[in-house]
């Protein structure tokens, strides 16, 4: 069960790193941007890796959760004393709190698609060719609160990468001491940056005055 959540969780790492390269196209401008969505969307492949990549997601859920439950159910009782294992531990927030990140992005995830998808039922053709994606992006990030919302869960996306990412290739069995010494700096670094860069975006959106022609 572990090597699956493994093999999903690098999956889903490797879609996020291609989707955040994707998204700072925003930053060329509302052509460039809008050409970028509309060879993405015009791949007649996109509803097959589509469909892979929410089997992808809903299998680590469901293996996540599924084992979480098993390790509680093989202990009901709390330790009446927790003490070190000894050596230095691993343990830190975001590995303590995975369960609950998790499921915050899978809320985060339907809220996303709802408003990136479609716009809320509002969306824009773009003369070139598909859709006007920027002007529905800027004019979703105008909402404070949908800011707010959005940083608020790319801080939990950080914090699940933080953990995650290093956790992923260990249990893929990348844990040798010499591979670890590299993977829990270079995931944590990475977790930063694909965190901080979304955040950027819906900040700059936000921030730069709205739809731009």
Request: avoid cysteine; glycine fraction near 10%; aromatic fraction near 14%.
């Amino acid at each position: 069960m572990k090597l699956l959540i493994g093999a999903t969780g690098v999956a889903l790492f490797l879609y996020l790193l291609i989707h955040i390269a994707g998204n700072l196209v925003v930053f060329l401008g509302p052509a460039a941007f809008n050409k970028y969505a509309f060879t993405l969307e015009a791949n007649p492949l996109l509803p097959v890796i589509e469909l892979l990549l929410l089997a992808v997601f809903v299998t680590h859920i469901y293996k996540t959760v599924r084992m979480y439950l098993g390790n509680q159910s093989a202990r009901p009782t709390a330790y009446a004393q927790k003490k070190p294992a000894g050596g230095r531990s691993r343990k830190t927030f975001a590995s303590s709190t995975m369960i609950i990140s998790g499921l915050w992005l899978l809320a985060f995830l339907l809220v996303h698609v709802r408003a990136f998808h479609d716009g809320w039922g509002n969306q824009y053709e773009w003369p070139a060719g598909g859709r006007d994606l920027y002007r529905q992006e800027m004019e979703t990030f105008t909402n404070p609160l949908m800011v707010a919302f959005y940083i608020i869960s790319m801080v939990v996306v950080g914090s699940h990468l933080w953990h995650g990412i290093s956790s992923a290739f260990q249990s893929l069995g990348a844990d040798k001491p010499g591979w670890t010494r590299f993977i829990l700096p270079a995931g944590k670094v990475i977790a930063v940056l694909i965190a901080g860069a979304f955040i950027v975006i819906a900040l700059w959106a936000h921030f730069s005055g709205g739809v731009r022609s």
